[in-house]
């Protein structure tokens, strides 16, 4: 308990004192009034779309991983518990509240923790390789944004996280026998590495149901850097896709690795950093990053109306053959299988 009041109270503490920062020497409130009394609806409209579309591939991507796991819930219940998840996710750092609240559901409703908690580890592990996958493939775009020398760092440094999870995702065994060699920092790693081989490995007889999932994960990551695009559109602020493409996935990467409330403060900071090496106004990138945060609160929002309109006695069905024959009498008729996703 003392450690999470220390965590809490240093994000609540970074996040205050980046805004403080970013108030007092870097952005001029009056300037982010007027960028906003000129903002272009059709454009916010445009960044809330991509903000949903992003959010029902990270949802197709969770079904998937289900299924891989022989869980199968209706659609509905998937897009509802998920955007209360968010809901709750606006209020604690990074993804934990999402994660939790939805590796909770599945686990009490299916009566399958270990399953719940293998879908987050190879969900992460998904997330982590698109990402660093993106940011790998968009490096030769920051030519105008950071040097050669420091764009072939962050290449290479990416490179390698995107070989090994993507040997992780596809040969897990041939990792697993790497990790009886030795190699730099292996007591903290191993015992991690270890449980991602034995979560990823469920799915070696679904390696369909896993590449779609990882494509999913790819479109999750590509729509959030669209949402980015839309709301420069929507202040005029002058940023091409291309450039948008490079900043984006390191914008993720710095809100997702630095400790604060739901990345407030360090998008604010990582776009005014980059954004203004190619002359983009401190305040156009503080505003273009703090709409695309409300381009998503406006989800999560709707997940909080959801949650309070769940009756209290709400159940739903979830169909888990391995469930199912370690839980059913003998004898006892076998259920019809629920169909999967449409």
């Known amino acids: 308990m003392k450690k999470q009041i220390l965590n809490w109270t240093l994000r609540i503490g970074v996040t205050a004192g980046l805004f403080v920062l970013l108030f007092t020497r870097f952005v001029d409130p009056q300037q982010v009034v007027a960028e906003l009394a000129g903002v272009s609806v059709a454009w916010l409209v445009a960044a809330v779309v991509l903000q949903a579309a992003g959010v029902y591939s990270s949802i197709w991507r969770w079904n998937f991983l289900l299924l891989g796991q022989d869980l199968r819930l209706p659609h ?14 606006t209020f604690l750092p990074s993804t934990i509240g999402l994660d939790a609240y939805r590796t909770y559901d599945v686990a009490r409703r299916a009566n399958a923790t270990t399953q719940s908690l293998a879908v987050l580890v190879v969900e992460k592990l998904i997330g982590f390789f698109a990402l660093s996958l ?14 050669a020398q420091v764009l072939g760092f962050i290449f290479a440094a990416f490179c390698i996280p995107v070989t090994l999870s993507f040997v992780l995702l596809l040969r897990p065994g041939l990792l697993l026998r790497l990790l009886d060699l030795p190699f730099p920092f292996k007591h903290k790693l191993e015992g991690r590495l270890r ?3 034995d979560a990823v490995t469920v799915y070696r ?11 999913c994960g790819v479109m999750v990551h590509v729509c959030t850097v669209l949402v980015y695009y839309a709301t420069a559109q929507a202040i005029g602020a002058g940023v091409s896709a291309q450039e948008i493409f490079f900043v984006g996935p390191l914008m993720i ?14 998008r604010e900071f990582t776009l005014i950093g980059l954004l203004g090496r190619i002359g983009i106004p401190e305040s156009s990138a503080f505003v273009l990053g703090h709409l695309g945060f409300w381009a998503g609160m406006l989800l999560s929002l709707v997940g909080g109306l959801l949650y309070l309109l769940r009756p209290a006695d709400y159940a739903v069905i979830i169909r888990s053959a391995r469930a199912a024959r370690t839980t059913e009498p003998a004898g006892a008729p076998a259920a019809a299988p629920a169909p999967a996703l449409e």
């Open 76 to 89: 509905g219940h998937l897009v509802s518990t998920y955007l209360i998840g968010r809901f709750f996710g």
């Open 195 to 197: 449980q991602a081989v």
């Open 253 to 266: 990467a710095a809100t997702v690795g630095l400790p604060s409330i739901g990345g407030e403060g360090v």
């Open 205 to 215: 007889n679904h390696k369909g149901l896993l590449l779609a999932a990882v494509a």
């Open 134 to 147: 993106m940011i790998a493939l968009t490096a030769p775009w920051g030519v105008r944004f950071l040097p």
